[in-house]
């Protein structure tokens, strides 16, 4: 089945630099969309960055200008090059991929801490 495995959380001082990672294992076509989330409430998570198969990007605007999203197609991997970490950032981000047979997968989340 397929498997999105997340790494590169963890703590960092305002204003630091943090790159998360997500590399899906068992996808070799179908991706519509790549993207992170971060969990806003305890039922609602807030979409971050957003990558299509088309190469379009879509950010929240919390995060323009310091967060980047990028992909591996090689690898299935998604990255998510965060700079300027403000501690409102601090949250646990969660990968998310989608094909285009409305199938959803999830990674199991990675914290992130933004604290002096």
């Known amino acids: 089945q397929v498997q999105l495995v997340e790494s590169g959380g963890g703590l960092v001082q305002p204003g630091g630099s943090l790159t998360l990672s997500c590399a899906a294992s068992?996808?070799?076509?179908?991706?519509?969309?790549m993207g992170w989330y971060r969990q806003i409430s305890r039922n609602e998570r807030e979409l971050v960055a957003a990558l299509t198969s088309g190469g379009n990007t879509n950010y929240a605007d919390a995060v323009k200008g310091r967060f980047t999203i990028s992909r591996d197609n090689a690898k299935n991997t998604v990255y998510l090059q965060m700079s300027s970490l403000k501690p409102e950032d601090t949250a646990v981000y969660y990968c998310?991929?989608?094909?285009?047979?409305?199938?959803?997968?999830w990674g199991q989340g990675t914290q992130v801490t933004v604290s002096s």
């Open positions: 998310n991929v989608r094909t285009q047979w409305d199938e959803e997968y």
């Open positions: 068992r996808i070799t076509f179908g991706i519509s969309a």
